[in-house]
């Protein structure tokens, strides 16, 4: 398939010249494919900035197309070889699984920046076979198994370039050729990261001292994250390092929502002119819908987004009252989110293993069902590669005007999570939907307020995060009830594969 040529526009064309110059200076010529050995001491970064639809995406893509055309080796989360001394490397990293997921449906093979941090340590014999499929080794000859499997694990590569779904293709589970994984020792090359403007003081630090040129991507109309006091972390870079993409790209028939999303940048706009902006083109396209109540069949896969914690409490709330949901158990197919977790440090490992396959603080997941042992959960972890997990689990469901959550079951120690049917539009950053239902009584409260956040209304700010996660359909929500439900919850929809993968209670 031949790949149409990209026609970029003056700001981009700006910015990826400005990036060609500062990878060159590093030793990587992206015209003539020249590679030279990184030079020590010497460091980068520069920043694109932009608004939702500025063509951020499509210039991080092109320039990873054109680093891997000049020979610069991609490194993922899942292998890396032994062999790549000398060699010239990048990794594209993004806050959050749910983030990662969105560049890799654009054939960019992102993973999470806690993915990198660690490396999973392979069985010898089975590191054979990952040599071999990255180009660094002879076929090996690997006891039980067969040149057929072996030719599996070759085609699925050769589709997905990804090592641990290659030797699954081959009849291999995770805990056969994975022993373990170790903290990174060694830095990195070239660093892309996404939707940097989640990043706080600590991640940018830790990211600097692994890669020694970084890239970052961001839209400086998001939120700030909360220790952050409304800054940045590419606010403070010098002029000359920043590029603003300024013109905004719209699908062939336009894009409302982007519309409203950039709407909100004239100083002028009052909350009940947007809100008549919301109404007047929910009559004209069904992309974006005036709603009169939240849609509770939409929350189990698509959070509610909202500014204050008592509205996230009411609504998860009410959801689980209308599906009949008992106190003492969740029931299959309710979201939950990851708040972190809970082990001490002796059991580093199995820390390391979780957070290694997805369940990380913010992460969204989906109960499938109770494990085998007691407190246990199997789980489906949204975004993530490999998406099933059983794991040792503590689940807290926050209740309106109680100070404590009511933990319906808990193993002794584990992951720790909350209900996912409706979260705050901050943890909304990174993260994408088909359909994104904003609960407006929220934010009309903000605009009542008169907060200000990095000179804009905070209103404002919020409207322009939660309305940026929706990719096709926004749902304006202007009252607070809930709908029936159309059907149970169901998770028929998921891959129902056994996870190889488990954290033991420890004793």
């Not at 057929?148 to 990804?162: E, G, I």
């Not at 090359?189 to 991507?217: A, Y």
């Not at 603003?244 to 982007?258: F, G």
């Not at 109404?279 to 109540?293: K, N, P, S």
Request: glycine share 8%.
């Amino acid at each position: 398939m031949t790949v149409a040529p990209v026609t970029f526009s003056q700001d981009q064309a700006t910015a990826y010249d400005a990036v060609a110059d500062a990878l060159r200076i590093a030793g990587i010529d992206l015209l003539d494919g020249a590679l030279t050995p990184p030079r020590e001491g010497q460091s980068s970064v520069v920043a694109i900035t932009g608004k939702a639809g500025s063509g951020k995406t499509l210039l991080l893509a092109e320039l990873y197309r054109a680093m891997k055309t000049a020979g610069v080796e991609i490194v993922s989360g899942d292998y890396e070889s032994r062999k790549r001394a000398g060699k010239r490397t990048l990794a594209i990293l993004a806050p959050t699984n749910k983030a990662a997921s969105v560049l890799r449906l654009q054939g960019v093979p992102a993973t999470t920046i806690h993915r990198i941090l660690y490396t999973p340590v392979y069985d010898p014999d089975y590191e054979k076979i990952a040599e071999w499929l990255t180009g660094n080794g002879e076929r090996p000859d690997v006891e039980g198994l067969t040149d057929q499997a072996l030719d599996r694990a070759a085609l699925f590569y050769k589709a997905n370039a990804s090592i641990p779904g290659a030797l699954a293709a081959a009849g291999l589970r995770g805990s056969d050729f994975i022993t373990g994984w170790k903290r990174r020792e060694e830095p990195l090359d070239v660093g892309f990261i996404d939707e940097s403007s989640m990043l706080d003081d600590r991640q940018f630090e830790d990211l600097k001292d692994i890669f020694p040129t970084l890239l970052l991507f961001g839209d400086p109309a998001q939120l700030a994250p909360v220790n952050q006091s409304g800054t940045m972390i590419f606010d403070r870079l010098p002029e000359t390092r920043k590029f603003n993409l300024d013109r905004v790209y719209r699908q062939d028939a336009d894009n409302p929502i982007l519309d409203l999303a950039h709407a909100l940048a004239d100083p002028k706009l009052e909350f009940s002119d947007f809100e008549g902006m919301v109404q007047d083109i929910a009559r004209t396209d069904d992309r974006v819908v005036w709603g009169e109540r939240v849609e509770v069949d939409l929350m189990a896969r698509s959070p509610v987004l909202v500014w204050r914690n008592a509205t996230r409490v009411r609504l998860i709330t009410a959801f689980r009252s209308v599906y009949g949901a008992p106190d003492d158990e969740l029931l299959p197919g309710e979201p939950l989110i990851c708040d972190g977790i809970e082990l001490p440090l002796k059991h580093r490992k199995k820390r390391l293993d979780l957070e290694a396959r997805g369940l990380i603080k913010g992460a969204q997941v989906v109960y499938l069902g109770p494990g085998r042992k007691p407190g246990f959960s199997r789980l489906h972890v949204v975004g993530a590669e490999d998406p099933q997990v059983s794991a040792a689990s503590i689940v807290k469901i926050e209740k309106p005007d109680e100070e404590e959550p009511f933990i319906p079951f808990a193993a002794k120690m584990g992951a720790t999570f909350l209900h996912g049917a409706a979260v705050t539009i901050h943890k909304a950053q990174g993260s994408q939907w088909d359909t994104v239902q904003v609960f407006a009584p929220d934010l009309f409260v903000a605009a009542r307020m008169g907060r200000i956040e990095a000179g804009q209304p905070l209103w404002k700010r919020l409207a322009y995060v939660a309305i940026t996660r929706a990719q096709n359909r926004l749902i304006w929500v202007v009252r607070n009830r809930l709908s029936k439900p159309t059907d149970a919850l169901r998770i028929d929809d998921l891959a129902a594969v056994p996870a190889p993968l488990s954290l033991e209670e420890p004793t």
